[in-house]
């Protein structure tokens, strides 16, 4: 019994020594596992940039955020310039009159046309003007009434009405002082406002 | 036939205004002394002038001296050289002393017993133009010596006193949307009502009532709000401009339309919502006060819009039908009754200058003071 014993300890002593020694470096081994080290550095240093590389990223990346910054700029100048074009749009009423003139129609359909073609989310406000003519509330009135006829015929025109919002400012709001009827015919108008 | 019937009205309406009441027989002689610094004597002259319920006469047996000093006047009423009564009236700020003169003026009214004159002792609240876009609102005196700027920022508009005792104001700020607000000018205490697209007036107040103007759907239309039940009744539907809603006697409304081409004066029965029409004479009836079953309307008369003699205010009683001119020329507007009805405060428009305008109506005068600004609207 004690010799069975020492034969399975000497069989898996042996075993054992055999185990180890295939994981034992040798010449052979080690010259396989330096050029296997130099492949991988090699793939490495071919995976990583060079110094031109490096410049070549950078500069697209940079060129990507002059772009955007290009095209956010751009697009608040198209912004600007709408904002402009629509404030520069006026309608012009006649004394104690709410209708939309017939030359002023064009005007109206311009405005139309501009909003159509500038898709996205914002407001156009219609801001009622009127002389110094008449009492607070009603010219108050009056100028929500000239706004509301112009956003009605926006409307018509194909304009969503939920980019629309009206605001009276009665005579508050004159861009001309004097004492004159030229000057109040150009009090009795419409204004318009982006909002964005 | 058309000259005819000009000429017609015009013999109705001039015969009306030559009916000159006669208010006071006999008013109090008194001898009136001042001791006080130019500006204040000034003040004190200027109330016995609108007032005109006194003879002043330095050889009466009554006088009455002001004296005036510091924050503080001293009224002293003599009888045959004797002392009968002595008044102090003191403020805490020199800037006061326009409303301590009226004060002692209105006292003295009562001390004779004459004709109610609160007019006198009514603070006014007015909105002005400080630049385009910009409004504030200011209190003053009734002869807007006294300016305290109370309101401001942006768009404030259309003040109106909220209580008879003067304490509170509503008002509209014209943010994104116009919104109403109550305001407290002795506590500073800002309460906001409510908001409301396109327009948001309050046009008149009886109690917890507010006739106030909106434009929900871009029409402006008149309507009551209850402050208590906060319900919201809408009273004209007119598909135009409908303004200036003022409680008539106990069951209507009058109010500005323009339903019949131009802006005339409606009355609207609340319980049957009949509509018709209040005053047929002039071509654009824009401005409206009322008190009680009297009203008083700025009417333009001549068909250029523009000419010198343009808006003149008529005086009209329901009860007698009867229509009494109050001015004669220039663009007078903004009519506004004074607490009792005896008065109305106006805005006259006249060669390029602006100045307020009060008619004492039962003396059948007329009283000015320049305005150096203009005022966007104003509730004495």
């Known amino acids: 019994m004690i010799k069975k014993l020492g034969l399975i300890s000497g069989v898996a002593a042996v075993l054992l020594m055999l185990g180890c020694s295939n994981k034992q470096p040798n010449l052979e081994n080690a010259q396989l596992e330096t050029n296997q080290t130099q492949q991988k550095v090699v793939q490495n240093e071919q995976n990583k940039p060079t110094q031109t590389q490096k410049s070549e990223v950078n500069e697209k990346v940079q060129q990507e955020k002059i772009k955007l910054a290009q095209n956010i700029k751009q697009k608040q100048e198209n912004e600007k310039q709408f904002a402009q074009n629509v404030a520069d749009i006026v309608v012009y ?47 108050y009135g009056l100028g929500i009434r000239r706004a509301n006829s112009v956003k009605n015929a926006l409307i018509k025109l194909g304009v969503d009405p939920n980019q629309l919002t009206i605001i009276s400012y009665g005579e508050l709001n004159p861009v001309c002082t004097a004492h004159a009827k030229w000057c109040w015919a150009k009090n009795r108008r419409d204004n318009f406002t982006y909002l964005p | 036939m058309k000259k005819l019937l000009i000429l017609l009205i015009g013999v109705f309406i001039f015969a009306k205004e030559f009916v000159i009441t006669k208010y006071l027989d006999e008013k109090p002689v008194i001898g009136v002394e001042i001791e006080a610094p130019g500006k204040v004597a000034k003040l004190i002259n200027n109330d016995f002038n609108v007032l005109d319920h006194f003879i002043l006469d330095k050889g009466s047996n ?4 002001f004296e005036y000093q510091g924050n503080s006047l001293k009224v002293t009423y003599i009888r045959d050289e004797s002392p009968i009564l002595i008044k102090n009236y003191k403020s805490n700020s020199p800037s006061f002393y326009p409303f301590l003169v009226h004060r002692a003026i ?5 001390y004779f017993s004459l004709q109610p004159a609160g007019f006198l002792i009514r603070k006014v609240v007015y909105a002005m133009l400080t630049a385009p876009r910009q409004s504030s609102i200011y209190l003053g005196d009734y002869t807007l010596t006294y300016k305290k700027r109370i309101i401001t920022g942006g768009l404030n508009i259309f003040p109106k006193w909220a209580d008879k005792n003067q304490r509170t104001i509503y008002f509209t700020k014209l943010n994104t949307l116009p919104e109403l607000y109550k305001f407290d000018i002795y506590t500073g205490k800002l309460t906001k009502i409510m908001q409301s697209p396109g327009m948001l007036v309050v046009s008149d107040v009886k109690g917890d009532n507010l006739l106030l103007t909106m434009a929900k759907n871009g ?54 919502g009949n509509v018709i029409r209040l005053l047929a004479h002039g071509k654009n009836q824009i401005g409206l006060d009322v008190y009680k079953n009297k009203l008083v309307i700025s009417s333009r008369e001549t068909n250029n819009a523009f000419g010198p003699n343009t808006f003149n205010l008529f005086l009209i009683d329901i009860d007698s039908e009867g229509l009494r001119r109050l001015t004669m020329k220039g663009q007078n507007n903004f009519p506004n009754f004074s607490v009792n009805g005896t008065s109305v405060m106006f805005i006259k428009k006249e060669n390029f200058a602006s100045k307020i305008g009060i008619i004492r109506l039962n003396e059948d005068k007329i009283f000015y003071y320049p305005l150096t600004k203009k005022l966007q609207s104003f509730d004495w």
Do not use: M
């Open chain 1, 93 to 139: 009423f006649d004394f104690d009159k709410y209708n939309i003139r017939q030359d002023q129609w064009p005007k109206v359909q311009k405005l139309a046309d501009l909003i159509k073609s500038h898709p996205g989310k914002y407001t156009i406000r219609i801001e009622g003007n009127c002389d110094e003519w008449g009492t607070e509330e009603y010219n």
């Open chain 2, 219 to 272: 029409e402006p239309d008149i309507y009551i709000y209850n402050l208590k039940s906060h319900s919201l009744k809408q009273i004209t539907t007119y598909p135009g401009i409908d303004v200036s809603g003022k409680f008539l006697g106990d069951d209507a409304i009058a109010f500005v339309s323009d339903r019949f081409g131009t802006p005339c004066v409606f009355e609207k029965n609340l319980t049957t």
């Open chain 2, 106 to 110: 209105y006292d003295l009214n009562n």
């Open chain 2, 62 to 65: 009554f006088k009455v001296k």
